[in-house]
């Protein structure tokens, strides 16, 4: 068991997997045909969560190049809807959004789509500059911009997974993940890059109320 620097024991404990041979992943990303190697980071969270069902309707935010939703489209027949600020290449069974998730716009076209949004996932990251607080406080604000985003769009009972990165503010957002699901977990993929500090919040069960400090 391994825990986030700062958290105490029980709150936010990350349960890893094996890094060994992460390149593996990029080069079975290739043969497999999916556009990145994240698609096994889905792959992975699935498997020790079941976040999806097979009827689900998904979100995946931050979606290009459209690995996660290659990934989704085989673990649900139902509808998914890939948002990102570029364009994203079709994939049969799938349908995009080219905008910015954290508009209005955007969330009422997520509602004229869907009916009912069973599970929002987001994988995205922002641009880098090297620095790492400034960049790890701005994968933080990301994140809860996509927490924001599902806890207006799910369905009571709802999942989310999300990525980010440890560091001081990483328990502020991981609270408010537990302030509107029922269980929240922290998550390390076996198929992240060795090294990264990269971390996935997984929230199941939405409380169906908005709570936000």
Known sequence: M????????GQGNILMGSQWGADKYYKKSVSEGYRSRAAYKLRDIQ???NI???DDNVIDLGAAPGS??????ELTEGEIVGIDLNPIASIEGTRTITGDFTTDVVQEKVRAMLHEVNVVVCDASPKLSGQKSYDQA???ALSEEALFFAIKVLKPGGNFAVKSFQGEMFNELLELARENFYSVK??????ARRGSSEAYIIAKNFK????VA
């Open 47 to 49: 498997n020790r969560f």
């Open 208 to 211: 169906g109320t908005t709570h």
């Open 2 to 9: 391994w825990f986030l620097p700062g958290l105490p024991a």
């Open 138 to 140: 701005r994968a933080v």
């Open 52 to 54: 999806i069902r097979n």
């Open 68 to 73: 996660w939703m290659q990934v989704l489209r």
């Open 186 to 191: 922290v998550y390390r993929s076996r198929a």
